[in-house]
Structures are given as structure tokens and as C-alpha cells.
């Protein structure tokens, strides 16, 4: 008789452990670090890959933030092809940042990092040293990741920084699409990474001399943290955001100032053509509707400046729709070098902030919606201090950056009640608009 019960108390205790590991799932401890890549992922870890040392061109750090009241205490791994697996810790005080450089601490060339936290409310950028290109760390690692807009031309490199922060080795394929078709190099597939392992895989060793490259990555065992490299002149891009094929796609801040170059390119990953229609909209002029068909497996452009068609010398925003899921990306700059901005996915929450302190111009708020949203603004360390905003039906919300970033480690929130939200902010410069900055989503 004894037996039953104490295989129903077995029973009983593993019902038990279950549910607790559910609503421990529904509800985790910290409630909202996701970024564009990974809308909906609670984690208190972020990675952050793509990321090189001052001896390879220039050092790349990782700013953390912390958004909440409360200290957090932040433990780094930096792993390297280079050089062994390095740890730290850093502390961050309330509504503080502290820049990370990885090369304080190793002596590899190019770096993988897993951040894990207590508490909530820590955000996170990686960037090059001068500040032109700023991306979200990202808080899961991906089975699929696609990246449209590479170059491997002569003078510039186009890369998957590849981490693989887990303890088990990952399998990948690595396919191309290329202006005249589709490209799958037999070096390219079946590739391992091993456990707590990066790599820097150069496109151009295989997909040589070409512009507007586009990659799909397939994970075909384990998880992996995918981050573009994209080296233009004076310029270096990291891409951590997945940029995958969607109907719709908005871009809200692209320069269309006298020298510069803005082009939306466009990655048909389908053996069926599609067409795809480039809204462009100046807020001034009114619009331009641009055509640009693209081939089953291939690529190509719709030039945003320079365009006889589109008024120069300003910011204008630019909506991509098609009937069937393209990839996009913004390249953007001048003859110093390109910058690299992939599509962002709308979302409820967007975050921004100057972790850098390098200064912005102007920050454009986006309503994809067909319908007009209410929007509150949040300054997060300014007492909670909120102000509310209606935005029109495909309307946007501009700024200029220096009245929403002016205090030390400051950063606003913009939430919305519907997953409507696309920002860019827009680092100062000559020409206007040439280096675009993704935000952070959610926190």
C-alpha cells in the first residue's frame, strides 16, 4: 500500500515542479529584454557579436545601461579565435552606463560576448569606436538569420561574425543572392562552430567582388548569435538585427542631401518574381511611388538619392511593400564610405538613447498603422516625467535627438498600445543623414 502513494506523491511533485517552470516561462525574471531581432524574448542575458580590437581597423565596445532604480551587477565572457575565453564583472549603477571594450580584457582581433545580469531593466549597444555604427546587443541566439545589402568589392569587406555562446557545437549553411541570381559555395555549408567559440566568416573568400549581396544563414544544429561586418571606406557597420523577408518595411529617416547616396536595397529569396513598391514621402513634396521588380533568388536597388524625381537636401520617409516577403536594408553616406542600416520590425516599445554621448540631430517616431495611435514618451530617469502624443495614420513623430538626450546616460521610452512603432535616429553630419542609428526596442 505504500508503494501507490509514494508514486502518487511522485506524481504530484513533478505536476508541481512543471507548473512552476511554466509560470516561471510565462513570467521571467526579467521581463523585456528584447531588441528588433528578437521582438518578444525575455532574457537576463544579451550577446553581442561583430565586434573587433584597435588592431583590426577600429575597437569595438558594448555600452550597458541600466534603465531601472536599482544597481545591477553584470557578468561578461569575451570569447575569441584568437586568444582563451575571459571574464569579468562590472557594476551599474542606477540609470548609469558603462562602456565595455573587450579588448581591455582579451587579446583576440574580433569578439563574441554574453552579458548575464540580475534584475531587469538593462540595455545594451555595441559599437565601433568613433560612434558612426551603433547596433542593439540582442537577447537570443537564431536557427535563421538573413542580411541583405553586402559588398565584398575590392577596398571593403563584407562578414557573419558568428558566435556560438552555448556548450555544444553548431552546425550552419550560408547561402547568397546576388543581383544575377543564387549562390550556395560548397565551403559555405556545413560549417561548425564550436562550443563558446566565434568566427569572422569573410563573404568575399567566396562570393567575390560583387555589390548588393544578400545572405540567408540556416542553422541546422544548435542556436547561434549572427551579426553582419560591413567595411565601406572610412565607414565599419555591424548588422546584429536579422533583416528577414516581410511584406512591409519602413525606413524613417533617409537622407536625400546634395552628394549624398541613399539606396533601399531589396533580396528576393523565392524562385518567383515579385515587384516591389517604394513609397517615399518628404513630409513637404508630398510623395514619390518608385516600381523596382526583383527576379526570383536575386537582388536589387531603388535609388532614394540621387533621384531626379525625389526633392534634395532633406530627410524623407520610405515604406516597401510587395505581395510576397523581400528582405531590405538602407545603405547610406557619401564618398568617405556607406553606411548600413537593415529593415526594422514595428514593435510596441522603442527605447533610445545616447550611450556614447556622440550626439544625434534628429529622431523620427513612425506609425506603420492605417489608423491613428496614441503614443507616451517616458523619460526614464527624469522622475518618470511623460508626455502623450497622437500620431496620424502612417505619420511620424520627429524630434530634434538633443531634446530628448541631453542629460548624462539619459534614455526615453515610446509605447504605444499596438506593435506600430518604427525610430531611427540620425547622427549629426554633413551631409544631413548620412549615418542612421538603430534603437533599442523594448527593455
Known amino acids: 500500500m505504500k508503494s501507490p502513494r509514494l508514486s502518487l506523491a511522485m506524481v504530484l511533485s513533478a505536476v508541481l515542479l512543471v507548473s512552476v517552470v511554466v509560470n516561471y516561462a510565462k513570467s521571467p525574471v526579467n521581463p523585456g529584454i528584447s531588441t528588433a531581432s528578437s521582438l518578444g524574448t525575455n532574457s537576463t542575458v544579451l550577446y553581442c557579436t561583430g565586434l573587433s580590437s584597435s588592431k583590426h581597423h577600429e575597437a569595438g565596445l558594448v555600452t550597458f545601461q541600466n534603465t531601472s532604480g536599482e544597481e545591477r551587477t553584470i557578468t561578461v565572457s569575451v570569447a575569441s579565435p584568437d586568444a582563451p575565453i575571459a571574464s569579468t564583472k562590472l557594476t551599474l549603477k542606477p540609470y548609469r ?164 547616396y541613399s539606396v533601399i536595397r531589396l533580396a528576393n529569396t523565392q524562385n518567383r518574381d515579385v515587384v516591389a513598391h517604394v513609397k517615399v514621402n518628404d513630409g513637404v513634396y508630398g510623395t514619390v511611388n518608385l516600381t523596382v521588380p526583383v527576379s526570383g533568388y536575386s537582388t536589387a536597388e531603388a535609388s532614394i538619392s540621387p533621384n531626379t524625381a525625389i526633392a534634395a537636401g532633406g530627410l524623407v520617409s520610405v515604406t516597401v511593400t510587395s505581395k510576397r516577403p523581400i528582405a531590405t536594408s538602407l545603405i547610406t553616406g557619401d564618398a568617405k564610405g556607406l553606411t548600413w542600416l537593415p529593415s526594422s520590425a514595428s514593435s510596441s516599445k522603442v527605447v533610445v538613447t545616447d550611450p556614447l554621448r556622440i550626439g544625434y540631430q534628429s529622431l523620427v517616431i513612425s506609425n506603420t498603422s492605417n489608423k491613428t495611435i496614441h503614443v507616451t514618451e517616458t523619460q526614464l530617469n527624469a522622475g518618470a516625467l511623460k508626455t502623450f502624443y497622437t500620431i496620424k495614420a502612417h505619420g511620424n513623430l520627429t524630434f530634434l535627438a538633443e531634446t530628448r538626450l541631453t542629460a548624462p546616460n539619459s534614455a526615453t521610452e515610446f509605447v504605444a498600445s499596438e506593435a506600430v512603432l518604427v525610430a531611427t535616429m540620425v547622427r549629426a553630419s554633413a551631409p544631413i543623414g548620412i549615418y542612421p542609428v538603430a534603437p533599442l526596442y523594448s527593455r
Open 97 to 260: 552606463t558603462r562602456t565595455f571594450n573587450p579588448g581591455s580584457i582579451s587579446n583576440g582581433n574580433y569578439f563574441g560576448i554574453s552579458a548575464q545580469f540580475n534584475g531587469t531593466g538593462v540595455i545594451a549597444q555595441e559599437s565601433v569606436m568613433n560612434g558612426m555604427g551603433v547596433t542593439p546587443c540582442i537577447a537570443s541566439g537564431a536557427r535563421q538569420w538573413y542580411g541583405a545589402g553586402f559588398d565584398t568589392k575590392v577596398g571593403g569587406m563584407g562578414a557573419l561574425s558568428v558566435y556560438n555562446p552555448t556548450g555544444t557545437p553548431a552546425v550552419l549553411n550560408i547561402v547568397a543572392f546576388t543581383p544575377t541570381g543564387y549562390v550556395a559555395p560548397a565551403p559555405f555549408q556545413g560549417l561548425s562552430i564550436p562550443a563558446h567559440a566565434q568566427q569572422l566568416i569573410d563573404l568575399g573568400t567566396q562570393v567575390v567582388d560583387r555589390a548588393d549581396i544578400a545572405v540567408r544563414v540556416t542553422v541546422l544544429r544548435g542556436s547561434l548569435v549572427i551579426a553582419g561586418v560591413q567595411e565601406s571606406g572610412s565607414h565599419v557597420s555591424l548588422l546584429t538585427q536579422s533583416s528577414p523577408p516581410q511584406k512591409s518595411a519602413t525606413y524613417s529617416a533617409i537622407s536625400t542631401a546634395a552628394s549624398a
